[in-house]
Structures are given as C-alpha cells and as structure tokens.
C-alpha cells in the first residue's frame, strides 16, 4: 500500500496525527541489518503482501509470505531478516488509543491472542480490504475530529476481525477470562514490583486458588508460572534490546542482589545472562531452520489454510 505524497523513512514506523498511521515495510529501515532486536513504543500491524522471509518476535523465528499477518505489541522485541523483495502494509497505532474503547464488552486493545496467522479466502479478503480502505483514508485526511474518529472507527472493526480470526479463550469460562485478563493487566504493569501472586490475588479480589484456576483454564500454567515467564520475558527483552548492565536489569525487576537474578533467569531460560545477551546479537538465519519451522508448536498461532 503505497500512499500518495507520503514521503520515504529510513525509520521505523509511528502513528500518525490521529494516532494511526500506515506504510509499507520498504518505506522503512526495518529490515535493515539490525546488530540486535528493536522495541516498538506502538502497536504494528505487518500484513505480507509479496516476498517471503523471517521475522523474530520475543526470540521466536517465525516464517512470513504472501497473507501472512503478524501482530507486534508494543514492548516486543523484533527483528526482521533482510530479505530482498520482502514486503508488507503496515498500521501502527499508539498503545493507549483504544485502551478504554469495547465493543459489546470485547476490548479492543487488549487482545493477546496469537502473534501470527496464515489468511486465506474470505478472510484474507475481508484483512486486506480493511487495511487498504484505513491507508488510503490516512492519506486522504490529513487532519480534524470527524476524520480521527473515521480512522479509529476503521482500526477497530480491523481489530474485530482479527478477533474473530483468533476465536475465544477455549475451556475458559467467561468468569475465567475476565479475571485472567485483569491479573494480565495487571502483571503488565507490576512485574517490576512484586512476582507474589498473592499480591496480583489480592487487587483482583480473588483468593490465589481462584487465580491459579483461571491462569491454569487460559494458559495450562498456573499463577505463579505466568509471572516467572513475564519476568524471565522482560529480562530477554532488556538483555537483547538495550545495554544495560546485568545488575541494572536485575534491579529493575526486583532483585535486590545480581546473583539473585542470575539464579532466576539460569532456572527460566536455561543459561546465564551474559550468554543470552551474546547468542541474541547473533545475526539472524536467511531461513526459518527446519527444527523451528513448525511454529504451531513455539507460538501460539492460528492457522486458516492448509500450509
């Protein structure tokens, strides 16, 4: 989707005026040989319109082609391969545009579902024409409160979509659901603070059973394991994204003493830091490796097409 009169970036994308905005993946540096991954402030939205290739999302290689749609929440950690002819529309919007927006009690940016799709048939058709009618309204409407509404309108039935695509928590019920998704919320904003679940129990007014039950019907882990994972996530995010020391990352997840940390992190990903932080500035493979290529069983994904 190219927009008329927009000029070239050598940036990552940014929302625009109405806090939306769209490109395309060449119109910017992304897939610039990057000596390690990058942290978007802003949601993005990358639908593959030609070429194939890889993209790292939290440490996960994931292969793109033509329909493949991909959802990069602010905060991840991502990379795209430097692939010749690789080529996407992109829509990124702000993180909090439609925090307290819903529509018939779904929130519409507060869906964690799946990171990746395969579209296909009407589907693919219904993705496309949305992300293309959203482009050229960007390019059309340069500013005004009608014209803001119109492109917030239009991201959120793209996000309906995408919610339809991604389908209902199975084996959770609606009580479940609604108290796992507080206690995420809250995880986002309080895992620097405390990985007591008893403290997440008590601002959700629940006992830490109940919590454990709705984690364990969500996730198939429990309470406890859902905070150690977000933890052990934002440390991989720090080591690879930024150059901070050791100790520093430690401390701002709450840990007092940097041995503490080490101990966390060995016990969750499996080596030390300073070996994480060296493998994630490894430069990325041409191709998704054999070993991985199967992402159904690495990420969660929803597939809508025979591969």
């Known amino acids: 989707m190219v927009i008329p009169g927009q000029q070239r970036t050598r940036s990552a994308p940014a929302p625009q005026w109405a806090g939306v905005g769209t490109c395309t993946l060449s119109e910017t540096d992304l897939t610039a ?10 949601h993005l939205l990358a639908l593959t319109t030609a070429g194939h290739g890889t993209v790292e999302i939290d440490f996960d290689l994931l292969p793109v082609r033509p329909g493949t749609l991909l959802w990069i929440r602010p905060g991840q950690a991502l990379r795209f391969g430097v692939e010749p002819g690789l ?21 519409l940016d507060d869906l964690p579902g799946p990171t990746r799709w395969q ?33 917030r ?5 793209l996000l309906l979509r995408i919610a339809l695509l991604s389908g209902e928590h199975r084996g ?14 809250d995880l986002e904003d309080d895992h620097p603070h405390t990985r007591r679940v008893e403290d ?15 984690s364990l019907a969500v996730t198939g882990r429990t309470a406890k394991q859902v905070v150690d994972d977000r933890v052990a996530l934002e440390a991989r995010r720090l080591l690879a994204c930024t150059d901070l ?5 430690g401390r701002r997840l709450g840990f007092g003493e940097p041995t503490n940390f080490g101990r966390f ?38 597939r809508l097409a025979a591969e």
């Open 33 to 42: 040989e990057q000596p390690r991954p990058r942290r978007l402030p802003y």
């Open 87 to 107: 080529d996407a529309s992109l829509v990124t919007w702000s993180r909090d545009l439609l925090s307290a927006a819903e529509v018939r009690g779904v929130p």
């Open 119 to 151: 579209l296909a048939g009407e589907d693919e058709d219904a993705v496309i024409t949305e992300v293309a009618q959203l482009g050229v309204d960007c390019a059309r409407h340069p500013s005004g409160a009608v014209a803001a509404g119109l492109l």
């Open 153 to 157: 309108h239009q991201l959120a039935v």
């Open 172 to 185: 959770a019920s609606t009580a479940e659901a609604r108290t796992f998704a507080r206690f995420r919320r």
């Open 200 to 214: 997440y129990a008590a601002r959700i007014g629940c006992s830490v059973r109940t919590l454990t039950r709705a």
């Open 245 to 249: 020391s050791v100790a520093d990352i």
């Open 265 to 302: 992190f060995h016990r969750e990903v499996g080596m030390s830091p300073g070996a994480f932080r060296a493998g994630a500035a490894a430069p990325m493979p041409a191709e998704v490796p054999d070993d991985v290529a199967d992402i159904g069983a690495r990420v969660p994904t929803q």
